[in-house]
């Protein structure tokens, strides 16, 4: 997820980050038992935002993300966007994720829209805030099935619900078959909510909303370990 207007990107120059933040924790349990976040909260605000819950769980070889929005009312999507487009100039749910205990600077950014289309890619964030003038870059995954990942969405507009699930392989964070219980991993989860009345505008929401409308600030992080 990347600026909205060259105004928010300035603002990080000055921006006064918490040391240490307070983030928050996750257990992981293996399939087909599920860790659950549930976050109402706005970025960077911290006001009422609709209910968005994530599910995760692991296997001997990938992670499994299952995204649920609640009260959605606008299903907003652009139709002839493709993979690694900008998606996230619409509606989306996203997911940061990094196999470590720190703040990362190199992590994996997955995004998912109401059409099943996805954003993929690595990012490189070495001063952990995109600061302004600092380098910043991302590599995508353009063959996802190559690399092993595999989605799924379903929308019922009746309930005002959309979700979409989303398998992560554990082979690209180095993690053998049958390795990853006891590993420790960073990760945040967002939403953005935007209506064809109010594009460009958005409504951003996370687990652990930094105090800037910028995703990639990975001080926020939470902790996350698979048990």
């Known amino acids: 997820m990347f600026f909205r207007s060259a105004a928010l990107l300035a603002s990080l120059v000055t921006a006064s980050l918490a040391a240490d933040p307070a983030v928050p924790s996750l257990n992981v349990p293996a399939c087909p038992k599920k860790g659950t976040v549930v976050y109402e909260t706005s970025v960077p605000d911290r006001t009422s935002f609709p209910k968005t819950q994530v599910d995760l ?66 990012v490189y964030n070495p001063s952990k805030v995109r ?40 082979g690209i964070f180095n993690i053998d078959n049958g ?17 064809p009345a109010t594009y460009p505008n958005q409504t951003l929401g996370g687990w652990s909303p930094p105090n800037l409308a910028s995703f990639h600030i990975t001080p926020y992080f939470g902790h996350v370990k698979f048990i």
């Not at 196999?99 to 992590?107: I, R, T």
């Not at 991302?138 to 990942?149: N, P």
């Not at 390795?179 to 209506?195: E, K, L, P, Q, Y």
């Open 131 to 170: 600061a302004a003038g600092a380098e910043f870059g991302h590599e995508f995954i353009t063959d996802i099935y190559g690399y092993g990942m595999q989605t799924t969405t379903k929308l019922d507009h009746a309930k005002k619900l959309w979700t979409s699930n989303f398998r992560v392989p554990l």
């Open 57 to 122: 769980c692991y296997d001997k070889s990938a992670i499994h993300l299952t995204f649920t929005a609640y009260n959605e009312t606008n299903f907003f999507y652009n139709a002839s966007a493709m993979t690694n487009d900008a998606i996230y100039n619409f509606e989306v749910m996203e997911a940061f994720i990094y196999h470590g205990k720190q703040d990362p600077q190199h992590y994996l950014e997955i995004e998912i829209a109401p059409n099943n289309v996805t954003y993929n890619a690595f």
């Open 179 to 195: 390795a990853a219980c006891g590993t420790d991993w960073r990760m945040n989860f967002f939403r953005t909510i935007v209506s």
